[in-house]
């Protein structure tokens, strides 16, 4: 595999330079998607290149704990009790089933494990439990990453204390479009978990997705949203609608590939220092389209073959094309914490 050529640039402190902001006007986000395509590739592939390697791509795991029955109506998602898709429910996993995985994903090259469950948010009696294994994980000096759903201020401090790394909760659309996706859970519900995620300390994993039939116009509003908070969310992933039958977006047109391609750049531009990922939809985008992301600023992707329950390119094909392009999975691992003290907590599963 060629060897990246990399040598940061002498980059000046963000502040300085003017790059981080967090006051873009949604006509300033929508002038950068109506630049012409080439203009917008090289304005995002360098400021890409100040803040990153251009050549390293992180690599996350992402394992489902407790799949379907959620009471939630995200008119995307397959794990929605409301939507006949044949999806079979499991309930939470139990703890050294978790760790087995995470243990797995680490040797085939992961850095960080991410753990999701299709809650509403999480009950009391399912806490000891996740906690358990955002300790295992960090154990294992991967980064800790969950995602169980709307958190309370006491829920959130619970899994700092634990050691979570991120939190990923998605804002999913713009404010204007969100009502057309979801209507158990509001714009506002989903900016306090964050607020909740930020005071606790943890890093937040927070993006949306694209192709669920929205105007132009909402995925501008939804970077502006993301990149105008407190703080940037140190992830974004960047979802394509992946259309699951029986779920009401089944029909959705396909999306341009170029829209999603400017998507990711406007992401990068908006928020250079802030990991952008590639995450549900790859399996519908071919090496080129992959490659191009890469170069708009796409610098995380999810590893393994299912993203929750929806199919992922085999592992084997990213890192296939990661020689072929000459990009090195990104090295991060955390320090590994002090053994657990409370082996309880590695028994049996709860139910979800
Ligand atoms: S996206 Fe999450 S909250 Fe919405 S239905 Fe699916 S599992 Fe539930």
Same mark, same amino acid.
């Given at each position: 595999?060629?060897?990246?050529?990399?040598?940061?640039?002498?980059?000046?402190?963000?502040?300085?330079?003017?790059?981080?902001?967090?006051?873009?006007?949604?006509?300033?986000?929508?002038?950068?998607?109506?630049?012409?395509?080439?203009?917008?590739?090289?304005?995002?592939?360098?400021?890409?290149?100040?803040?990153?390697?251009?050549?390293?791509?992180?690599?996350?795991?992402?394992?489902?704990?407790?799949?379907?029955?959620?009471?939630?109506?995200?008119?995307?998602?397959?794990?929605?009790?409301?939507?006949?898709?044949?999806?079979?429910?499991?309930?939470?996993?139990?703890?050294?089933?978790?760790?087995?995985?995470?243990?797995?994903?680490?040797?085939?090259?992961?850095?960080?494990?991410?753990?999701?469950?299709?809650?509403?948010?999480?009950?009391?009696?399912?806490?000891?439990?996740?906690?358990?294994?955002?300790?295992?994980?960090?154990?294992?000096?991967?980064?800790?990453?969950?995602?169980?759903?709307?958190?309370?201020?006491?829920?959130? %401090?619970?899994? +700092?204390? &634990?050691?979570?790394?991120? =939190?990923?909760?998605? $804002?999913? *659309?713009? /404010?204007?479009?969100?009502?057309?996706?979801?209507?158990?859970?509001?714009?506002?519900?989903?900016?306090?978990?964050?607020?909740?995620?930020?005071?606790?300390?943890?890093?937040?994993?927070?993006?949306?997705?694209?192709?669920?039939?929205?105007?132009?116009?909402?995925?501008?509003?939804?970077?502006?949203?993301?990149?105008?908070?407190?703080?940037?969310?140190?992830?974004?992933?960047?979802?394509?609608?992946?259309?699951?039958?029986?779920?009401?977006?089944?029909?959705?047109?396909?999306?341009?590939?170029?829209?999603?391609?400017?998507?990711?750049?406007?992401?990068?531009?908006?928020?250079?220092?802030?990991?952008?990922?590639?995450?549900?939809?790859?399996?519908?985008?071919?090496?080129?389209?992959?490659?191009? %992301?890469?170069? +708009?600023? &796409?610098?995380?992707?999810? =590893?393994?073959?299912? $993203?929750? *329950?929806? /199919?992922?390119?085999?592992?084997?094909?990213?890192?296939?094309?990661?020689?072929?392009?000459?990009?090195?999975?990104?090295?991060?691992?955390?320090?590994?914490?002090?053994?657990?003290?409370?082996?309880?907590?590695?028994?049996?599963?709860?139910?979800?």
């Amino acid at each position: 595999m060629p060897v990246s050529e990399f040598t940061p640039s002498p980059v000046e402190p963000a502040a300085e330079r003017g790059d981080i902001r967090h006051d873009w006007s949604r006509a300033e986000v929508q002038a950068l998607f109506d630049l012409p395509f080439n203009d917008l590739l090289f304005r995002a592939h360098g400021l890409h290149r100040q803040y990153f390697d251009p050549n390293q791509v992180q690599v996350s795991t992402l394992l489902s704990i407790k799949t379907g029955a959620c009471p939630e109506d995200c008119a995307y998602c397959p794990q929605s009790t409301r939507y006949d898709t044949g999806l079979e429910p499991e309930k939470l996993m139990e703890v050294e089933k978790v760790l087995e995985q995470a243990r797995a994903a680490k040797t085939s090259g992961a850095t960080r494990f991410c753990m999701g469950a299709a809650w509403r948010s999480p009950k009391k009696r399912d806490m000891p439990y996740v906690v358990a294994m955002v300790k295992g994980v960090r154990e294992l000096g991967l980064e800790s990453c969950m995602t169980l759903g709307m958190l309370s201020e006491e829920q959130a %401090a619970e899994l +700092a204390e &634990a050691g979570l790394d991120y =939190y990923n909760h998605n $804002l999913d *659309t713009s /404010p204007e479009y969100y009502g057309d996706i979801i209507t158990t859970r509001t714009y506002q519900d989903r900016l306090d978990t964050l607020g909740h995620v930020r005071k606790a300390g943890m890093k937040v994993c927070s993006g949306g997705i694209v192709g669920m039939g929205e105007a132009a116009g909402d995925r501008a509003g939804l970077l502006q949203q993301l990149a105008n908070m407190p703080q940037h969310p140190e992830s974004v992933p960047i979802n394509m609608l992946v259309r699951v039958e029986g779920t009401p977006l089944a029909q959705e047109a396909d999306m341009d590939p170029f829209d999603f391609i400017r998507t990711i750049a406007v992401a990068r531009i908006l928020m250079p220092a802030s990991h952008v990922r590639l995450s549900a939809g790859r399996e519908e985008m071919n090496e080129q389209m992959h490659a191009l %992301a890469y170069f +708009a600023g &796409a610098n995380s992707i999810f =590893y393994g073959e299912k $993203l929750l *329950t929806t /199919p992922n390119p085999q592992a084997n094909e990213d890192m296939a094309l990661f020689a072929r392009l000459g990009i090195a999975p990104e090295q991060r691992t955390v320090e590994a914490p002090p053994a657990a003290t409370d082996p309880r907590f590695y028994d049996a599963a709860a139910g979800a």
